[in-house]
Every structure is written in structure tokens, then in C-alpha cells.
């Protein structure tokens, strides 16, 4: 009898929620966004069975299996946004994201801002603007972001640039030619989602002295962006020992 009540829920609160995205991005196609009515439409296949008495038990088990799996992978990701930030970071490294034409993104900007107040309270440390050109950008991530600080306040000679990668993974790896993170503290700053995952992937590429530095998002995505994160970590842990193939 409860499964009759639960699944239905769980598939209107699917649809529900893809609506919000809708109005809070002005687009049914932002990313990720389609997998919320497609397990709309997979759970109410799964109700419509139920009612009629000829879903298996096993599925409840499955669908009860992968929630408990997604929700051990959401913890450490939490846990990271949750981490005190260092104060003691000798070099910050901005992770790209979209620019609009040579507009920055909702969550680049939040990365580009969060890195101008740690750099404006922190004088002596560093920062490297990594990202490259991507699909309706009219200039690189790592320009954009150059750019912003420079009108900011933030000196010249503290931004190094690097603006040939396109993946947190190349992001990583190409910045750490700019300098020797080996011997100094290095602050990743992205959006708190993000952050997590690449933490662990600078540690994988040789980054011993790594800290998350926490960006927001916005908050009627934060769901979407979560969720979004969980495959990302699952394809990461299955990716161990072939991260060493790029520097």
C-alpha cells in the first residue's frame, strides 16, 4: 500500500521540480535538467504496475538500493562544502565554466567573485584563471575571469592564465605547468557542488596541498546540480588510475 502512495509522489515531485528549473534558468533544456521528467515518466510506469499488482518485489529493493546509493554519494560531497576554509592558500585556481558570448555565467561568476574576496583579504596569494573556448564563447573562460579581476582591483602581476582546457580534469592538469604545487597550498574555487570531486582529482594529479575554497550556486538548483554530481562521482571512482594519462 505504500509503495502505491510513494511512487506516484515521487513521480510528481519530478515533474514539480523540472518546472522550477524551467523558471529558474528561463530554458526546459539547462543541463542535466531532462533526467527529472524522464524518472517522472520511469516512476509513474512503476506506479501504474504497482496498482495493478504486477510490479516485482525486487524492484522495490532496486529503487530502495539506489536511493540509499545516491544518498552515500551525496555525503562526502556535502562534507566538502561543509570544510572550514583555508586561510593560508599561497595560489587559488579558478575552475571554468560557461561564458555567455563574453558574458560570464551565473556560476562563473559566483566563482570569479568568491576568488576576488579571498584574494582582496589575502594579498600575497596567487591566482590562475583556467578555461578555454568553448561553444558560444566569444572569448576564453580564463579570459573572462582575467578580465573581472583586473576591473576588481586585483593586480595584474598576481593572475597567471591558463586557456587551453576544457574539463576540470584539463583545468587541473594544465595549471599545475604555471607553478610547482608540490611545495605550496593551493585553493580550488568552484562552485560547492564541484567542489568535492575536484579536490579528489587535484590529489590524483599530484596536488598534496589541496583545499576547497566554496562558490555557491544558485539555491532552486542546488537539487539539480547535486544530482548531476552523483553519475560525475561514480564515473571518478571508476576512473581511478587513468587520470595520471594527461599531464
Not at 45 to 56: D, H, I, T, V
Not at 173 to 187: M, W, Y
Not at 234 to 242: M, T, V
Request: charged fraction near 20%; include cysteine.
Amino acid at each position: 500500500m505504500l509503495w502505491k502512495i510513494i511512487l506516484p509522489a515521487l513521480a510528481l515531485s519530478c515533474f514539480l521540480y523540472y518546472g522550477v528549473i524551467r523558471l529558474a534558468s528561463g530554458r526546459w533544456n539547462s543541463t542535466f535538467s531532462r533526467m527529472w521528467p524522464a524518472a517522472g515518466i520511469l516512476l509513474l510506469a512503476f506506479s501504474y504496475l504497482e496498482q495493478r499488482g504486477y510490479l516485482p518485489e525486487i524492484v522495490h529493493w532496486m529503487i530502495l538500493a539506489f536511493i540509499l546509493l545516491i544518498f552515500l554519494t551525496c555525503l562526502p560531497i556535502i562534507g566538502t562544502m561543509l570544510t572550514r576554509e583555508n586561510e593560508d592558500c599561497e595560489y587559488l585556481i579558478i575552475l571554468g565554466a560557461h561564458v555567455n558570448g563574453r558574458v560570464a555565467s551565473d556560476s562563473l561568476k559566483r566563482r570569479i567573485i568568491k576568488a576576488e574576496e579571498y584574494l582582496k583579504a589575502h594579498p600575497q596569494t596567487k591566482v590562475i584563471v583556467s578555461g578555454g573556448q568553448g561553444v558560444g564563447e566569444e572569448i576564453t573562460e580564463a579570459e573572462c575571469m582575467q578580465v573581472y579581476l583586473w576591473e576588481h582591483g586585483i593586480e595584474k602581476d598576481r593572475i597567471l592564465e591558463e586557456a587551453a582546457s576544457t574539463t576540470t580534469k584539463e583545468n587541473l592538469a594544465f595549471s599545475k605547468r604555471l607553478f610547482t604545487p608540490e611545495i605550496v597550498k593551493v585553493g580550488i574555487v568552484t562552485n560547492n557542488f564541484h567542489l568535492h570531486r575536484s579536490c579528489a582529482l587535484a590529489r590524483r594529479l599530484g596536488y598534496p596541498h589541496v583545499y576547497p575554497i566554496s562558490a555557491g550556486c544558485r539555491k532552486s538548483l542546488f537539487l539539480n546540480y547535486m544530482m548531476r554530481e552523483v553519475p560525475a562521482m561514480w564515473k571518478f571512482w571508476l576512473d581511478k588510475g587513468k587520470d595520471n594519462a594527461i599531464i
